[in-house]
T-cell receptor, first 112, second 111 residues
Framework: RKEVEQDPGPFNVPEGATVAFNCTYS??????FFWYRQDCRKEPKLLMS???SGNEDGRFTAQLNRASQYISLLIRDSKLSDSATYLC?????????????FGKGTTLSVSS | NAGVTQTPKFRVLKTGQSMTLLCAQD?????MYWYRQDPGMGLRLIHY???????AKGEVPDGYNVSRLKKQNFLLGLESAAPSQTSVYFC??????????FGSGTRLTVV
């Protein structure tokens, strides 16, 4: 299994829809996980951190399933402004220090 | 507070030329990183640093060198540019809670 895998999409949904993205990871020792958002030709920005079983922030919910080694991101009541690429991020198992490994991203397009 | 600043923002190089990308942070973070992003490949880690004077290889280090002589600066060097190094390069600095702050990127084209 690759370190981080995501469904690339694209996910095309209407405004108001609920959409969920999944991400699987291979490093069973990972303790913390992240979802980043990246708009076209911009730098990634932190959306949510996931340290335990899950985390909720307004319309966004991130869940972690350690046994199955996957993370999910749920977006409720989608807005046009949610259109972006969502990157799943996990710690990279390495010896010299700690870095983050990014999934290839899932593209979301919300239409009116 | 600028956060993370990358220079230059755009550059076109000829094959075989060399150049240095500069990343500067004003947040006093220990960890700094260089990633490249290519279509369909996502962000891939090139090199990183866990503190002043230290560097380490990431996923795709070949063809690049780095230096962290000062805590606030992390330099990425291309000694002999190749077309395969055409990419968008992002620098990031990390805070104590793991979150990355990214620079706005450098778009490099090697012809």
């Amino acid at each position: 299994r690759k370190e981080v895998e995501q469904d690339p999409g694209p996910f095309n949904v209407p405004e108001g829809a609920t959409v969920a993205f999944n991400c699987t990871y291979s490093n069973s020792a990972s303790q913390s996980f992240f979802w980043y958002r990246q708009d076209c030709r911009k730098e990634p920005k932190l959306l949510m951190s996931v340290y335990s079983s899950g985390n909720e922030d307004g319309r966004f919910t991130a869940q972690l399933n350690r046994a199955s080694q996957y993370i999910s991101l749920l977006i409720r009541d989608s807005k046009l402004s949610d259109s972006a690429t969502y990157l799943c991020v996990v710690p990279w198992a390495n010896q010299a220090g700690t870095a983050l490994i990014f999934g290839k991203g899932t593209t979301l397009s919300v239409s009116s | 507070n600028a956060g993370v600043t990358q220079t230059p923002k755009f550059r076109v190089l000829k094959t075989g030329q060399s150049m240095t990308l500069l990343c500067a942070q004003d947040m006093n973070h220990e960890y700094m990183y260089w990633y490249r992003q290519d279509p369909g490949m996502g962000l891939r880690l090139i090199h990183y640093s866990v503190g002043e004077g230290t560097t380490a290889k990431g996923e795709v280090p070949d063809g690049y060198n780095v230096s962290r002589l000062k805590k606030q600066n992390f330099l990425l060097g291309l000694e002999s540019a190749a077309p395969s190094q055409t990419s968008v390069y992002f620098c990031a600095a990390r805070d104590s809670n793991y979150g990355y702050t990214f620079g706005s990127g450098t778009r490099l084209t090697v012809v």
